[in-house]
């Protein structure tokens, strides 16, 4: 820091910097290049003073546009010390599904990367500076420069530091809130679980836009051990990195391990656990973990909880199959039934979270009503807890599609097939995938007299000027109507077998 500290201060890394500066604070696995905490530090100060004349303060918000790589972590942190919030986007978003997004969090500068800089210019209308082109002066924007200084800004506790978005249910994404306070209760809570060891190297490889790709950041910055970065997952490449690195832990999504079981992964025994989340992982896939000695860890979070909620020990998942295993220390877990009564052991209802890890809501305050009630955070999963507090979720948040890790709102997809000309209707569901856990299947119904022009390419092609990839319908289906309930909602049950005896597979 070569501008005063004031404590207290929110800034983690300058803590640790001044804690252990002379510990590795980053690697990257790509370049094969690794920094201490002072040098991160002092990269972060040359990020921030560069960024200094765009945002500081607490009313300020600065928008990320970059995928997972060494520079992510630094404009984090750079934007932690100059006290902004910080909102990541989904690199992997069209500009349509993303404008929205900086309008609705009103941006006031967006950081990008070569590879996002075309998307940044179709989205951001405010200073765009990506930290691949040099600056007017021909410098590269995170080496630090002699005599930079750059005024801190101490985050109180409670501020707004973190808009992540999260996909709905029903068309509208929602912008979580998050505090540092979260931030650090979540990472306190999350080594009483698994432990903290002094050469502990975390492999970060999960997108940092994402709760489940940033946190291990905050974490390891925390802790004073080691993020290792890896920009692309790669089942033979990661497997090479876990060795060459002395990796300890990694956090993965079901998807990413199944593969590198496929690719004939055995892991060293330096590998202490694999915080395996986003999706929930099936009893297979565990049990050929047990197999081949990879210490898996299934783990229940969401962004609303700055991550873990509940995380099983491999030990656990053998003796009480399909937990999640006991909630964090600090995270209260009450399961609760329609009328909001308080439910027992073994008795299914809906999960209701509490503690300090938890949102202070949703940026859209008619969210954050709806979503709290008397004991915390309604999440929307159904689930139990055995008598000695073991949790299982038996399913997620009602009608969301969960595909390789990323979550899919039915409603955005289905809001995108409507808008093509030969759609009058349409219902998306998720069928079950042995490769991406669930994936993304419409039923379809043609506008009168166009159902046999109406061509599953052009349906596709629609899709993909609006939609990210990863919500395109992998199955379609075509029907005269919708199947309804009694009631006249869409009959989801029947949707879903009609697609699997009577949808087209497209995925090829
Ligand atoms: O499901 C979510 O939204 C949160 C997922 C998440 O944080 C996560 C996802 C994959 C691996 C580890 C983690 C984690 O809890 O740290």
Redo the contacts with the bound molecule.
Sequence with gaps: MTGGLEWPTRDLLAGRASTTPDATGLVDADGDRSWTYRAFDRRVDAVAARFESLVSGPDDRLGILMDTRVAFAEVYFAAMRLGVTIVPLNVRETAAELAPKVRRTAIDALVCEAATEELALEIGDCPIVSVDAPDRDGVDPLEPIDGASVTPVALERDDTHLLMF?SGTSGDPKAVRLTVGNLVASATA?AFRLGVLPADRWLCC?PMY???GL??IVRSTLYGTTAVIQRVFDPHDTARVVDEYDITGV???PTMCKRLLEAGWEPPDSLRFV?????PASGELLERCRERGVPAHP?Y???ETA??IA?ATPAETAAHEGTVGKPLSGTDVTVVDEDGTVLGPDEQGELVVSGPTVTPGYLDAAETAAAFGDHGLHTGDVGYRDADGRLWVLNRRSDRIVTG?E?VDPGEVVAALRSHPDVEDAAVVGLSDPEWGERVAALVVPEAGAAASLEPASLLAHCDERLAGFKRPKTIGVADSLPRTASGTVDREEVRERLLTDGTDLSG
């Design positions: 999260t999350s999960l994402h709760m489940g946190a291990p956090s993965l999504v915080l395996l989340g986003g999706a783990t979070g969401m962004t991550s873990q995380t890790g979550n």
